[in-house]
């Protein structure tokens, strides 16, 4: 092999390994491209109870804490992650971010989203509001707002439990923060909230029966009184002190 021969050979097997280098690359490119335009969907998840079961009693019993977020709250987390299916845009939404603005979600799905979006933004709500060593009354800037409102808090407490009492069929009662800054008692049906109108929730109960007829069967008078003993304000005050 003369010296030009030589160098020929050489060049032809360096444009031969850079041709399959090039491709290499373009081929791990392409399949990097095509991971992440099939990411996983993102999925929404149960929200672990920061107490046992049983914490809660004698005012609420492990029976009925376990159905309420085993059963009912999964089944809210379920059905909105089949709902969101076809709309991955949506996926990485909160379900307080659906249920706040529900002209986004698509119509096809949107009563879907509406029911259980809202089923678990409640319970999330309705569970981290509560605490083996709640009860008592609230504290600071809270305390306040509600002896300006109600007149004092044994007023507000019979206004709440009534308004909780008196709701007609499955729902929740709320203490909220309206667009005026001022608190107000509420009732909503099914598994609707403040958060679609524009206003703060501060404090939630729920009225749905599955929340209590184990303990107190239809004396939802009973649940309500009970409740009272596991309210969480100083988790109520930094709800109400955190921006809108």
Request: glycine share 6%.
């Given at each position: 092999?003369?010296?030009?021969t030589?160098?020929?050979?050489?060049?032809?097997?360096?444009?031969?390994?850079?041709?399959?280098?090039?491709?290499?690359?373009?081929?791990q490119?392409?399949?990097?491209?095509?991971?992440?335009?099939?990411?996983?969907?993102?999925?929404?998840?149960?929200?672990?109870?920061?107490?046992?079961?049983?914490?809660?009693?004698?005012?609420?019993?492990?029976?009925?804490?376990?159905?309420?977020?085993t059963?009912?709250?999964?089944?809210?987390?379920?059905?909105?992650?089949?709902?969101?299916?076809?709309y991955?845009?949506?996926?990485?939404?909160?379900?307080?971010?659906?249920?706040?603005?529900?002209?986004?979600?698509?119509?096809?799905?949107?009563?879907?989203?509406?029911?259980?979006?809202?089923?678990?933004?409640?319970?999330?709500?309705?569970?981290?509001?509560?605490?083996?060593?709640?009860?008592g009354?609230?504290?600071?800037?809270?305390?306040?707002?509600?002896?300006?409102?109600?007149?004092?808090?044994?007023?507000?407490?019979?206004?709440?439990?009534?308004?909780?009492?008196?709701?007609?069929?499955?729902?929740?009662?709320?203490?909220?923060v309206?667009p005026?800054?001022?608190?107000?008692?509420?009732?909503?049906?099914?598994?609707?909230?403040?958060?679609?109108?524009?206003?703060?929730?501060?404090?939630?109960?729920?009225?749905?029966?599955?929340?209590?007829?184990?303990?107190?069967?239809?004396?939802?008078?009973?649940?309500?009184?009970?409740?009272?003993?596991?309210?969480?304000?100083?988790?109520?005050?930094?709800?109400?002190?955190?921006?809108?």
């Amino acid at each position: 092999m003369n010296r030009r021969t030589f160098i020929q050979s050489v060049a032809t097997t360096a444009a031969v390994a850079s041709a399959w280098t090039k491709a290499g690359l373009l081929q791990q490119s392409n399949a990097a491209v095509s991971h992440s335009a099939h990411k996983e969907p993102v999925m929404h998840t149960l929200t672990p109870l920061p107490y046992a079961y049983d914490a809660l009693e004698p005012y609420i019993d492990a029976r009925t804490m376990e159905i309420h977020h085993t059963k009912h709250h999964q089944t809210y987390v379920d059905k909105l992650n089949a709902a969101l299916e076809k709309y991955p845009e949506l996926q990485s939404l909160s379900s307080v971010e659906l249920v706040s603005d529900l002209t986004r979600v698509p119509e096809d799905v949107r009563t879907a989203v509406r029911n259980n979006a809202g089923g678990d933004a409640n319970h999330v709500m309705f569970f981290t509001m509560l605490t083996p060593k709640g009860g008592g009354r609230p504290v600071g800037k809270l305390a306040g707002a509600i002896d300006a409102a109600f007149g004092d808090f044994a007023a507000f407490q019979q206004k709440f439990a009534a308004a909780a009492a008196s709701h007609f069929a499955s729902g929740w009662a709320w203490l909220s923060v309206g667009p005026d800054g001022k608190l107000l008692i509420e009732t909503t049906p099914g598994h609707d909230s403040p958060w679609m109108g524009g206003r703060k929730p501060i404090l939630v109960l729920d009225v749905w029966e599955h929340a209590y007829y184990l303990k107190h069967q239809n004396r939802r008078a009973d649940s309500i009184a009970a409740w009272w003993n596991v309210v969480d304000w100083d988790h109520a005050e930094r709800k109400f002190n955190a921006p809108s």
